[in-house]
C-alpha cells in the first residue's frame, strides 16, 4: 500500500459568513484538491463566547460550519495563501495526515 504525506486543513466559520459556498467551490474547481466537506455543527462558540445553537424556532440559522480538506503540503499553503483574507484570523488548523493509496 503506497502511503502519500498530506497536509490536513479544518477551516472554522458561520453560515451567517456566506463565504463557504464560493471557498468550497474554488477548492473543486479551481485548486482541485483531493477531497472537501462541510459539516454543519448543531452548536457552538468561538473567541466572542457568543452560542451558535439550533433551535426549532430559528428561521434563518447562525450556526457554526467546518471546512475540512486535504492535498500536498505545498498546494496547501499556496490555497491558504491566497484565501488569507478571506478566513478570519485563528479560524484555520492544520495537520500532516498520510494517505493511504
Not at 505545498?74 to 488569507?84: P, T
Request: aromatic share 6%.
Amino acid at each position: 500500500m503506497k502511503q502519500v504525506e498530506v497536509t490536513f486543513v479544518r477551516i472554522y466559520m458561520t453560515d451567517v459568513e456566506e463565504r463557504h459556498s464560493h471557498l468550497v467551490r474554488r477548492l473543486h474547481d479551481e485548486e482541485e484538491v483531493r477531497g472537501v466537506t462541510v459539516f454543519r455543527a448543531v452548536s457552538g462558540f468561538g473567541p466572542s463566547g457568543q452560542m451558535h445553537e439550533a433551535r426549532l424556532v430559528d428561521l434563518a440559522l447562525d450556526l457554526p460550519l467546518v471546512i475540512e480538506f486535504f492535498d500536498t503540503p505545498e498546494k496547501v499553503e499556496r490555497i491558504l495563501e491566497h484565501q488569507k483574507d478571506q478566513i478570519a484570523p485563528g479560524h484555520v488548523v492544520t495537520w500532516p495526515a498520510t494517505v493511504h493509496e
